[in-house]
Structures are given as structure tokens and as C-alpha cells.
């Protein structure tokens, strides 16, 4: 029988360092980046129920028409968050410290109406388009308490996220797809399910039509000052 209180004589194995980085680069320059380990399935449950329990679609409008169900420029379903809820407390933090650690932006986290949820059905489909650009500015006042005397004017989006709610055989087809900023290559965004990923709001990106199947994605914008 081994004698687990003997005394060890030799060396204690060496330390692993640990990395404190919690996101990967998926673009040059860390314009786009993913989040290192995926959401577990029973979260994303609970925010596809979450939304499809107290959160009807609204219309809502890109480009000056309305995308509540069709329009030229995409076809969708939004549900938008409640203010207030836990679901966009709960992503503003993962968004706080993808941009500390990488993109460094002058952010004022989540605004709670900037998070929704997108459904995807058959046919549907969310053409080619940036989520902001350097003249575009928010519909909606930051709430942040130090920040009260600027304008809803003077915010802009800065930092887009999408979180994978379906698992990737739920669907065929609706490929969330980025295009590289820097060598203008097209970068298809990973499917499994509860895989986030934050990018630059001026990064053009669209989502493929859906063929078979229903794909849900939790979507939103960081808000920050206008860029100088």
C-alpha cells in the first residue's frame, strides 16, 4: 500500500502559466474576435424562451422600410430585450472585456434597447450591411449616469455582437458571414451553438438565406461618444 503522506523528493511539476486573454482574433487586427469557450445550451434555452415569452416581434426599419416581416434588404423576425432584463446585463459584461483587453474603444457597455433577438426562418435573410458608420449616430440616449449631459446624438454603435442561440444542425443554410476589412476576404462566423462573437460595428457582415430549420441569434450593439 503507498503511503500518501510520504514526503515527495522530487521536484514539484513547473506551473502552467495561465492566459487571461478570454477572446481569439478571428479577423487581422482583432476587428472581429471570438470568445474562447461557447455558452452552455441550457442559457441559450433560457434566452430563446426568455424572448419568445415576453418579447413580441416589432417593426422595426433598415435602410427606410420596414423589415417587420419583408423588405428588399432582409427578411426576419425581431424581438427586442425589456429594459431592465438580465439578458442584456448579463452579455454587457463579456462585451467589457473583449474591448479592454483588445479593441480599447471609448464604449458606454450595452444600452438595454440595443439587444434583440433575430429568428430566422425559411427564406429569410439579412442582406449586406454595417451596423454603424462614422457619420451614423444612435436612436437611443445612453443611460449612464456620468454621461447624462451629452446628447443621444453625440453616441454611435461601436461594438456589434452575435451569440449563436441554435444548435448548428437546427438549420441549413443562414451563414453569418464578415468580410476582412483589411484583404476584403469573407470570413463564415462559427455555427456551434452558444459561440459569441464581437467585431467593429463598421464591419460589413450579412447572414445567407435560411433553406431548412429555424435560426435563432441574440444581437446588439455597444454604444460609445462620436469618433474622433
Wanted: charged share 25%; net charge positive; glycine share 4%.
Amino acid at each position: 500500500m503507498n503511503n500518501l503522506w510520504k514526503k515527495v523528493t522530487s521536484d514539484p511539476p513547473a506551473k502552467k502559466t495561465r492566459s487571461y486573454r478570454v477572446v481569439e482574433p478571428l479577423l487581422p487586427a482583432a476587428s472581429a474576435v471570438q470568445w474562447k469557450t461557447r455558452l452552455p445550451k441550457v442559457l441559450c434555452d433560457e434566452m430563446v424562451d426568455y424572448f419568445l415569452t415576453n418579447c413580441e416581434p416589432v417593426e422595426a426599419k433598415v435602410g427606410g422600410q420596414t423589415s417587420h416581416k419583408t423588405t428588399k434588404h432582409r427578411e426576419t423576425l425581431t424581438r427586442w430585450a425589456l429594459p431592465g432584463d438580465w439578458v442584456p446585463s448579463f452579455i454587457s459584461n463579456y462585451i467589457n472585456l473583449a474591448n479592454e483587453q483588445l479593441f480599447e474603444y471609448d464604449i458606454t457597455a450595452l444600452h438595454h434597447m440595443e439587444t434583440h433577438m433575430l429568428e430566422y426562418g425559411v427564406g429569410h435573410y439579412y442582406h449586406w450591411h454595417s451596423d454603424t458608420s462614422n457619420e451614423q449616430t444612435s436612436m437611443n440616449a445612453c443611460t449612464s449616469s456620468y454621461r447624462t449631459h451629452m446628447k443621444y446624438t453625440d453616441y454611435v454603435r461601436k461594438l456589434s455582437y452575435t451569440l449563436q442561440l441554435s444548435d448548428s444542425d437546427d438549420y441549413t443554410g443562414g451563414d453569418m458571414q464578415l468580410v476582412d476589412p483589411f484583404n476584403k476576404d469573407l470570413c463564415t462566423i462559427p455555427r456551434e451553438r452558444g459561440q459569441l462573437i464581437i467585431f467593429d460595428s463598421r464591419t460589413p457582415h450579412r447572414v445567407k438565406p435560411v433553406k431548412t430549420g429555424t435560426r435563432y441569434a441574440l444581437v446588439g450593439w455597444a454604444l460609445g461618444p462620436k469618433w474622433k
